[in-house]
């Protein structure tokens, strides 16, 4: 059985500060994906990786995958009060029939 | 708008009342996914379809809940005798499956609220 880690489970610092938010998992992931969640909406979709070592780019956000592909991070640059939200990372493993399995999220606040 | 399309967006039942909540998927995706959640918490798996198939269900799903989908595009998630511990949003996804396509949609959840 898989299991994602997400940590911290709560975070909440001032604008303009710049965090780092984990995922991670005992099993090697087939492609992980994060997901920003605003109360009483569905999550939306930020990035996905799928290759050992990658690193993509979003604005202010930077998402790195492990070389193992067992872990991945989410970096804010600067943060803004638009970034507050629950950050969830999501996994498919070859033994679950790619089927996503996800994280219990990091909650985000970003005071002004 | 082709995203994915939740009805109802609230629902307010008394306990023991069932209830039915639409999802229509973004048309050309052959997976659907109901999932369940709570306040500052991920979402909790239901069921998944793959086309008009319900290849897995939660363990922890009680046979108070059930899905259909009938024709492999909309699909319905039914609570029967609902209770207070049911009250969640309950979230819709749909996605292309496969390897690289496991990118999932989200719609904008039905929040049920039992009293």
């Known amino acids: 059985t898989q299991l994602l880690e997400q940590s911290p489970q709560f975070l909440s610092i001032q604008e303009g500060e710049n965090l780092t938010v984990y995922c991670n998992s005992s099993?090697?992931?087939?492609?992980l994906q994060w997901y920003r969640q605003e109360p009483g909406e569905g999550p939306v979709l930020l990035v996905t990786v799928v290759t050992g070592g990658e690193v993509k780019k979003l604005k202010r956000l930077t998402f790195q995958f492990g070389d193992a592909r067992k872990d991945s991070s989410l970096h804010i640059t600067a943060a803004q009060p638009g970034d507050t939200g629950l950050y969830l990372c999501a996994g498919t493993f070859p033994d679950s029939n790619y089927q996503l399995i996800w994280g219990a999220g990091t909650k985000l606040i970003i005071k002004p | 708008d082709t995203g994915v399309s939740q009805n109802p967006r609230h629902k307010i039942t008394k306990r023991g009342q069932n209830v039915t909540f639409r999802c229509d998927p973004i048309s050309e995706h052959n997976r659907l996914y109901w999932y369940r959640q709570t306040l500052g918490q991920g979402p909790e798996f239901l069921t998944y379809f793959q086309n008009e198939a319900q290849l897995e269900k939660s363990r922890l799903l009680s046979d108070r809940f059930s899905a259909e989908r009938p024709k492999g595009s909309f699909s319905t998630l039914e609570i029967q005798r609902t209770e207070q511990g049911d009250s969640a949003m309950y979230l819709c996804a749909s996605s292309l499956g496969g390897v690289m396509n496991t990118e999932a949609f989200f719609g904008q959840g039905t929040r049920l609220t039992v009293v």
């Open positions: 099993s090697v992931f087939s492609s």
